[in-house]
């Protein structure tokens, strides 16, 4: 059986099972909250957690599958207090957040039984919250946020304070477009949600051509800079994205204001890239993407 209309059943099997994996734990079924300790020793915590998230997961599922999936989640829970017990250790948690622009669908294909923390951005990427613990960047989880009280709206942005790590970026030329990199920095993708600062391409005329091969690498040309240079843009993209140990997205797209639109690339060797109608140039087009490149360089 899936799709249950209310979850109650779930929350049933829940109320049933919580108690008997973790001893001491209270499960709410009114609220739909279940209360969990960790710690060792005089030092004991605790904190509720809503169910929500196992709720739609296993109502999803066959139900001969539930309780191993709620064992899991909870079990993962408790891991989670323990970790944002070690959390603020480190200082302020809320200061070190940081966000990963990832290839759409990367949270959901490596996530363990917790959903990290996503803010949603488009068809192709998803914005993934991290925290800097020590010199590792540590996933957040939305149980965990909720934890370290991440979620309350006086906590520093993520986002925000990614921008500001990267923001002394400056785009090098390379073979005829430009790349922003910076050699084990992860935070670099990012500069395509910044775009207007640190991509200013995207928002004049057509707009850019763009690849984010690495997460440590954004690269990208004016999107009517014609087919020689957007076929070399493809095979950067491509030749930086194969065995990149930060790989983020082998694909190119067509980045233009508020709308990204992925650019086809055909398979060969070396890849060809296949313009929309709108991007194949014209004289007047030509000339007026000179013009703007003399005043950037002002």
Known sequence: MTGTTDG???MNAIADLAPMWLPGCVVDTDERTVEVGWGRGALQMSAVVGLGEIIERCDQLPQHRWAEQIEAWLRAVVAEGELATEEHRYG???????????????????????????????DHFEVVVFVGTGPELRRLTVVRRSMLGLADPNVPSPVQLTLQQISGLRPVEHDGFAVLSRENDPLVSMAVVDRETLLPQASIGLGALIGVPRLSTVAFCPADAGQETADRLARYVAA??????????????????DRMVQVPVTLAEPPTVML????LPSPRRTWFRHLVQQLFRR
């Open 92 to 122: 302020d948690v809320g200061e070190r957040q940081r966000a990963l622009l990832v290839q759409r669908g990367w949270s959901a294909r490596t996530a363990g039984p917790v959903a990290d923390a996503l803010i949603p951005f488009g």
């Open 240 to 257: 930086t994205y194969r065995g990149a140990p930060d790989q983020c997205s082998p694909d190119l797209f067509w980045l233009q204001g």
């Open 8 to 10: 109650s059943t779930v």
């Open 276 to 279: 929309p109608a709108a991007l």
